[in-house]
Every structure is written in structure tokens, then in C-alpha cells.
């Protein structure tokens, strides 16, 4: 693995060794057991967009296992614009041990990995999300897959966007039934959908795409949302709300899911909107366990790239 930028890139291996990797680790840092595998190896993190949970997820998952991440914003490095991709690619590499990137155009990414010779991380494109939907599978095992993820049932239900498309090859790394509805016009995108399709077709699980709401939630051990409006969508949305208010997560709609679900969002929650606060807040929900688990997972990545212990995949 020498860049992390699409799940489908990885093996179904490399995803559970991923995970697995990231049970160890957390379990090490509850029980205060130091696990500096990265000691003295250093990452620079470029921002476009704004960043709270993988920020200060990977800053501190750097520091504890023993190295220094530095951040970068748009302000500071002027990205395509004061310097050119190759040319910060190239600068970077003979800095750092690896280059992580939150933008907007995927793009950006495909390129930073062209021309940087060390790896490059993808935390966050238009078209992806991985470290989330890693973390998400990886909260998911933790409360659902003791017995295994064979015949439970995700229903994602909102926008066909970024992290629905990191979702649906998690999926299909994992072994999850997927269920995805969204309005007609905002489902995932079609080439990212028969890659996903595929891969879900060789581990023998399904993944559907459909438009209603209803029909996803019945009977889902998983129920999961996100934002209508991502970030740089702001002008849409106020149509958005109109188009998405009957795919909201709301107490009437869960009551269709096994009473055991558990609710899932990545985080900034919009409450009122794509979800109601009576579930965010219920019991079932466990969107605060998603959020940490996003600091294990990603220390399992950077080990996994960087070739600490237990690193070599």
C-alpha cells in the first residue's frame, strides 16, 4: 500500500488488516501501553477545506504514536495558484514522511500522488472519504460484528455523495449489505457505483440503489445519514431541503429498523434537517463512538503506510 486515497484501491486483506490493526491500537492507548511506531517520522497536512474531527484526529494520532504533524492551509501553501501541485509534491516529499490532503477536487489528490515520492493520504475529496467510512466499518464491527457482518443490512440514507461512495466500497471490502436511497437526480455517481457493484458482487453481497427512504430503513441494523449540503454547496441549499426533507431520520422512520439499530452520522450534524435531535440523541446512536474510532483508524493507516511495527501489510 504506498498511497491511501481510494478504499476500492485495497484489497478485502489490507482493509481487515487495517482494522485489525486499529483494534490493537486502540486497545494499547485505553490501556496507556505506549506504541511509538512512527518515532521521528513527520507529515504535512495541506487543508482546503475547514477541519475539526480529522485535524485533530491525525495530529494527535501522529503525536501519540511517536511523530509530528504539521498543518497547512489553503492561505499558507496556495495550492495550485501560488505554487503548482508537482511543485509542492515535490517539496514536501523531501520534508516529510507523508503528505495528507483535505480538498475538494480529486483531482488535487490524483496528482499530489503522481509527483510525490512519499505516500500521500486522502482525508477528504469530493468524490471520497475513506478514513471515514474505515472508521465507520470499524464502529460497526465493534457493535454489531462479533458474530460477523454476514446478513446484517446498512441503510444509508441522504445525498449520493463523498462518503456514500467510500461506504459502498467499504461495503463491499467488509462483506456489509448496503442499501442506498436518495432522491431521484442525487444518487452516487454512476462509474463510482459499478466499481462498488463489482467489487460487491466478488464478496458475495448486495448493494442496491434506490429512491426510497422506506423501503432502505425496513428491517436495517445500520442506519446511516449525512448533510444534504456539503461544503461548497451552500448555494443549493435551500432547494436541497426541499428536494431531501422526506429522506430525513427521524423517530418515525427508524421505527421501521431492527429495534437493536444503531445510527450512524459522519459529523457536522445538521439536527432538524437530515436528522431529527430524538435520534441523534437517542440510545442508538453511536455517531460519538464514530468520531473516535476515526483517531485509530487513521493511526492504523499511517502505521500501515509508514512501516512501523506491525506496519508491513
Not at 65 to 92: F, K, M, P, Y
Not at 168 to 175: E, L, N, Q, R
Not at 219 to 244: H, L, N, P
Not at 266 to 272: I, M, V, Y
Request: hydrophobic share 40%; glycine share 6%.
Amino acid at each position: 500500500m504506498k498511497d491511501f486515497i481510494s478504499i476500492h484501491d485495497l484489497s478485502a486483506s489490507e482493509v481487515k488488516d487495517i482494522l485489525a490493526l486499529a483494534a490493537d491500537l486502540k486497545e494499547k492507548q485505553q490501556n496507556k501501553i505506549k506504541h511509538e511506531y512512527l518515532w521521528a517520522k513527520s507529515m504535512a497536512m495541506i487543508f482546503e477545506k475547514p477541519s475539526t474531527r480529522t485535524r485533530v484526529s491525525f495530529e494527535i494520532g501522529m503525536w501519540q504514536l511517536g511523530g509530528l504533524a504539521i498543518n497547512l492551509d489553503q492561505e499558507a501553501i496556495g495550492l495550485g495558484t501560488r505554487e503548482s501541485i508537482a511543485d509542492v509534491a515535490r517539496t514536501l516529499s523531501r520534508f516529510a514522511d507523508a503528505i495528507l490532503i483535505r480538498t475538494f477536487a480529486h483531482e488535487k489528490v490524483i496528482e499530489l500522488a503522481k509527483y510525490a515520492s512519499v505516500p500521500i493520504i486522502n482525508a477528504l475529496s469530493d468524490q471520497s472519504h475513506p478514513c471515514q467510512a474505515l472508521a465507520d466499518i470499524f464502529t460497526i464491527i465493534e457493535k454489531k460484528g462479533k458474530d460477523g457482518l454476514k446478513g446484517l443490512k446498512m441503510a444509508y440514507i441522504g445525498d449520493g455523495n463523498n462518503v456514500c461512495h467510500s461506504l459502498m466500497f467499504a461495503a463491499a471490502k467488509i462483506g456489509l449489505n448496503l442499501v442506498v436511497a436518495t432522491p431521484k437526480g442525487y444518487e452516487p455517481d454512476e462509474k463510482i457505483t459499478e466499481l462498488a457493484l463489482a467489487d460487491g458482487r466478488k464478496a458475495g453481497i448486495e448493494i442496491d440503489i434506490l429512491n426510497d427512504p422506506v423501503v432502505a430503513a425496513k428491517d436495517a441494523d445500520v442506519i446511516y445519514t449525512d448533510v444534504w449540503a456539503s461544503m461548497g454547496q451552500e448555494k443549493e441549499k435551500k432547494k436541497r431541503e426541499k428536494i431531501f426533507k422526506s429522506f430525513q431520520v427521524n423517530e418515525q422512520l427508524v421505527k421501521l429498523a431492527k429495534p437493536d439499530y444503531i445510527f450512524m452520522h459522519c459529523l457536522p450534524a445538521h439536527r432538524g434537517e437530515e436528522v431529527s435531535t430524538g435520534v441523534i440523541e437517542s440510545q442508538n446512536s453511536v455517531v460519538f463512538d464514530q468520531a473516535e474510532n476515526r483517531l485509530h483508524v487513521q493511526k492504523a493507516i499511517l502505521v500501515k503506510l509508514l512501516g512501523g511495527e506491525n506496519g508491513q501489510s
